[in-house]
């Protein structure tokens, strides 16, 4: 089992920044992939970015350039730095953690975190 906590959500005026936290528990040795996704208000939930046990990283078009995603292993934390802030990335954004046993795979989800940009 992985238990995931985010943090760092918040109000923030267009072309600012923001820096979201993901701390895992639990099983975290077992964690293949950790990512962010968002889903705004009438719209589905839509990936963010996406980085590897390995280290690579995966990023939606509409971020590419403006966010990144890195990890603290000794804090067993993911971040997703958030620049150049729009008002379309105005959503709740959820921490997702890929684990793997064996041959099996299973998803983990926080509890999400509000991000608003407006002025």
């Known amino acids: 089992q992985v238990q995931l906590v985010e943090s760092g959500g918040g109000l923030v005026q267009p072309g600012g920044s923001l820096r979201l936290s993901c701390a895992a528990s639990g099983s975290i040795f077992s964690i293949y992939a950790m990512g962010w996704y968002r889903q705004a208000p009438g719209k589905q939930r839509e990936l963010v970015a996406a980085?590897?046990?390995?280290?690579?990283?995966n990023y939606a078009d509409s971020v590419k350039g403006r966010f990144t995603i890195s990890r603290d292993n000794a804090k067993n934390t993911v971040y997703l730095q958030m620049n150049s802030l729009k008002p379309e990335d105005t959503a709740v954004y959820y921490c997702?953690?890929?684990?793997?046993?064996?041959?099996?795979?299973?998803?983990?989800w926080g509890q999400g975190t509000q991000v608003t940009v407006s002025s």
């Open positions: 980085i590897t046990s390995g280290g690579s990283t």
């Open positions: 997702n953690a890929e684990v793997v046993v064996t041959t099996e795979l299973y998803d983990y």
